[in-house]
């Protein structure tokens, strides 16, 4: 800005402008607010009759749903019961889920989106 402008606004304002001083950035120290936690998948309800679809669950029969709780395919496409988990009242299920289909890789914590049949313990 030219001098007589700053002789002006320096008149009215009656000091030098200032500049702030740049805010630093301060980058999070915290290593340890970091989760190291698997992330949950959520798996959608299969609607309609067969196998579920990949990443898609399907409660057992009403009759049996208290000791085979439910099917779910994995990514790859394989059937996985959930004969051994807990499914809790939210639809999590424990522990995670491994596909024991040879060269399968396929290991998730997931969550049974839609689960309405209460939590369920492993074994009864
Ligand atoms: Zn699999």
């Known amino acids: 800005m030219p001098k007589w402008l700053k002789a002006v606004l320096r008149f009215f304002v ?3 402008i200032a500049q702030r001083p740049a805010s630093r ?8 607010s ?5 992330p949950l998948i959520g798996l959608k309800e299969h609607a309609g009759e067969g196998r579920p679809e990949r990443l898609h669950w399907k409660a057992s029969h009403p009759s049996t ?5 439910a099917e779910v395919t994995c990514s790859q496409g394989h059937g996985i ?3 051994d988990h807990t499914i809790e009242a939210d639809g999590r299920v424990v522990p995670s889920i491994v596909c024991r289909t ?4 396929f290991h998730e914590i997931v969550r049974l989106e839609g689960w309405r049949a209460g939590r369920i313990p492993a074994a009864i």
């Open 65 to 69: 749903i208290r000791r085979f709780k």
């Open 34 to 38: 970091r989760q190291r936690s698997y």
């Open 102 to 105: 040879p060269g399968c890789d």
């Open 81 to 83: 019961a959930l004969r």
């Open 25 to 32: 950035t301060s980058r999070p120290t915290g290593a340890a």
């Open 14 to 16: 009656g000091e030098p």
